[in-house]
């Protein structure tokens, strides 16, 4: 099986930078096309309470300001290894549905993304993005923890 076309998605945590290190040598060894992508969720309050903060706005900022700076390791990274890179911040309401629509406009081959195993209560809280992806996309996952 090929993969030429890879897809990360990076949320800046220590098993997603690991899961972008196996993806850095998979595309070494298959020479395929790697894409980086942030997916900054999208939470809306109700207006009322935060209406005169613009809160929401500010706290869209402080997350694109730090996945910018993320994604620019991640690019310095990849580039110190002689490996090009596309990188790409995206915002939506549901992260999952962001990660499965870009992998399958783009025809994704292979998504590796990292896992926080988080079982139990955790798990029933925050949900699981890595589950929800798998779960839904036709290629090939990867998960890495």
């Known amino acids: 099986m090929e993969f030429k076309k890879i897809l990360v998605?990076?949320?800046g945590s220590e098993c997603s930078f690991r899961a972008f290190k196996?993806?850095?040598e998979m595309v070494k060894k298959f020479n395929s096309?790697?894409?980086?992508?942030?997916?900054i969720p999208k939470f809306y309050?109700?207006?009322?309470l935060y209406a005169n903060l613009n809160y929401e706005e500010i706290l869209l900022k402080k997350q694109r300001d730090s996945a910018k700076k993320a994604l620019s390791k991640i690019q310095t990274n990849a580039k110190k290894q002689g490996i090009g890179v596309s990188i790409d911040?995206?915002?939506?309401?549901?992260?999952?549905k962001q990660i499965v629509s870009l992998a399958?406009?783009?025809?994704?081959d292979l998504i590796v993304m990292g896992t926080h195993g988080r079982t139990g209560l955790y798990k029933l809280i925050l949900g699981s993005v890595a589950n929800g992806v798998s779960q839904?996309?036709?290629?090939s996952v990867l998960l890495v923890r």
Request: aromatic residues 2%.
């Open 136 to 139: 839904r996309v036709s290629c």
């Open 33 to 39: 096309k790697l894409t980086v992508v942030t997916v």
């Open 104 to 108: 399958k406009s783009n025809k994704i």
């Open 89 to 96: 911040i995206l915002e939506s309401n549901s992260v999952v």
């Open 22 to 24: 196996i993806a850095i």
């Open 9 to 11: 998605p990076y949320d």
């Open 45 to 48: 309050h109700t207006r009322s």
